[in-house]
């Protein structure tokens, strides 16, 4: 069984850096494309950023190109977000999602198979 556990969201003043990790379990973790999503309130859930299972491979929402940056450690099967410059728009809950290789886009939240519970990141102004 597949389990993907978030950690690290919290309230963060603006300009703030927050490093959000999601430690994975049953999960053939090298080969699986992982990626952040994030739901603000009243928000529909948005794509942030993915990587691919060699992590040679990344995209990122323009929103966060720049500021976010995703990573992976394929011994420790987890993946990371390094949020810097944290404006109070990246309010939301943070979840995590991997999947393996399918035909649709790895921006598409749709094509995620297996999600994790969430962390919340709260950003004052």
């Known amino acids: 069984q597949v389990h993907l556990v978030e950690s690290g969201g919290r309230l963060v003043q603006a300009g703030g850096s927050l490093r959000l990790s999601c430690a994975t379990s049953?999960?053939?973790?090298?080969?699986?494309?992982m990626a952040w999503f994030r739901q603000g309130p009243g928000k529909e859930r948005e794509f942030v950023a993915f990587?691919?299972?060699?992590?040679?491979?990344?995209e990122y929402a323009d929103s966060v190109k720049g500021r976010f940056t995703i990573s992976r450690d394929n011994v420790k099967n987890t993946q990371y977000l390094q949020m810097n410059s944290l404006k109070p728009e990246a309010t939301a809950v943070y979840y995590c999602?991997?999947?393996?290789?399918?035909?649709?886009?790895?921006?598409?939240?749709?094509?995620?198979?297996?999600w994790g519970q969430g962390t919340q990141v709260t950003v004052s102004s």
């Open positions: 990587i691919n299972g060699g992590g040679d491979n990344t």
């Open positions: 999602a991997a999947k393996y290789y399918n035909l649709f886009s790895s921006s598409h939240a749709p094509s995620y198979d297996y």
């Open positions: 049953g999960l053939s973790f090298s080969w699986a494309t």
